[in-house]
């Protein structure tokens, strides 16, 4: 099995643009996790999809923000316009109920706003 | 609401080195527990588990025990190596009904093994 797949590894933007963060769980997951990592905040819960809805997305910072997946094997996670304060490392991560709670994690997406 | 509480580092130590990283939780139900580690660089990766009281998870020489009399889930490794060096997370998995859960990680404590 690949893993988790995230891309880019690493965004360096300007403030002001739209940054898109694409993830692709393991196949079969039927959850599907974002967090952002910080060095003052420790590692947040943003939002995670059930079955490609969203369940809970009280994590999300502002309207910012924005989280779809379209499809089992697809998500994203947008900010836009973006700000320096969002610099942070953003980790997907996905589930398979049945198999129980562990979380699998991809290597996470470095973005930096200039 | 449930919560995760682990012990601040840096933890320095040197090898061989025995290692105990605290961890205390509160929770509404009968939570999982985990710790995951992360290396320079990497996302997360599960350590180990515990899912019902005075389980012990186990891996790579590292163990934790599910006590819930306490509400704890410390890790302990009897002599450390170089390699262990990373960030350690603690963290619960509580289900309500329906899809409801809610994940929560502590804070992390970084352990820095010297040889």
């Known amino acids: 099995d690949a893993g988790v797949i995230q891309s880019p590894r690493h965004e360096v933007t300007e403030m002001g643009q739209e940054v898109t963060l694409r993830c692709k769980p393991i196949?079969?997951?039927?959850?599907l996790f974002w967090y952002r990592q910080t060095m003052m905040r420790g590692l947040e819960l943003l939002i995670y999809f059930n079955n490609n809805v969203p369940i809970d997305d009280s994590g999300m910072p502002e309207d910012r923000f924005s989280a779809k997946m379209p499809n089992a094997s697809f998500s994203t996670l947008k900010i836009q316009p973006s700000e320096p304060r969002d610099s942070a490392v953003y980790f997907c991560a996905s589930r398979h109920r049945a198999l129980g709670d562990t979380q699998y994690f991809g290597p996470g997406t470095r973005l930096t706003v200039l | 609401g449930d919560s995760v509480t682990q012990m601040e580092g840096p933890v320095t130590l040197s090898e061989e080195a025995f290692l105990t990283i605290n961890c205390t939780y509160t929770a509404t139900g009968y939570p999982s527990l985990f710790w995951y580690v992360q290396y320079p660089g990497e996302g997360l990766q599960l350590l180990l588990k515990a899912t019902k009281a005075d389980d012990k998870g186990s891996n790579k020489g590292f163990e934790a025990t599910y006590r819930k009399e306490t509400t704890s889930f410390h890790l302990e490794k009897g002599s450390v190596q170089v390699s262990d060096s990373a960030v350690y997370f603690c963290a619960l998995s509580d289900q309500f009904g329906g899809q409801g859960f809610s994940f929560i990680f502590g804070k992390g404590t970084r352990l820095l093994v010297k040889p």
């Open positions: 196949s079969g997951h039927d959850y």
